[in-house]
């Protein structure tokens, strides 16, 4: 079974800096595509950036140039660097993953979640 297991959130004033990790475990399950999409209290999940199985990555208008995703194949970890938070960064961040063995660019959203991780931007 394919277990994805976030962490680094926490609360960080505005302007400071956090890094998630997602570590993948599972037999058989090597990290391929993998994204992080977050939810905020009364709104729908949003995706915040990707990396695709051979590194392209895409990120939100909204996170470009304050947000970093990149991805360890040999930790099987997908990491989500954060910087120059802002308060309406707040939210639950979900890590969404493939297998590599999916391809590069599997369908959106990927076959796995884990079950998120909260970030509170506040002063």
């Known amino acids: 079974q394919v277990q994805l297991a976030e962490s680094g959130g926490g609360l960080v004033q505005p302007g400071g800096s956090l890094r998630l990790s997602c570590v993948a475990s599972?037999?058989?399950?090597?990290?391929?595509?993998a994204g992080w999409y977050r939810q905020a209290p009364g709104k729908e999940r949003e995706l915040v950036a990707l990396?695709?199985?051979?590194?392209?990555?895409i990120y939100a208008d909204f996170v470009k140039g304050r947000f970093t995703i990149s991805r360890d194949s040999a930790k099987n970890t997908a990491y989500l660097q954060m910087n120059s938070l802002k308060p309406e960064d707040t939210a639950v961040y979900f890590c969404?993953?493939?297998?590599?063995?999916?391809?590069?660019?599997?369908?959106?959203?990927?076959?796995?979640w884990g079950q998120g991780t909260q970030v509170t931007v506040s002063s």
């Open positions: 599972g037999s058989s399950f090597s990290i391929g595509a």
């Open positions: 969404n993953a493939a297998n590599k063995g999916d391809g590069s660019t599997p369908a959106r959203p990927y076959q796995y």
């Open positions: 990396v695709s199985g051979i590194g392209t990555r």
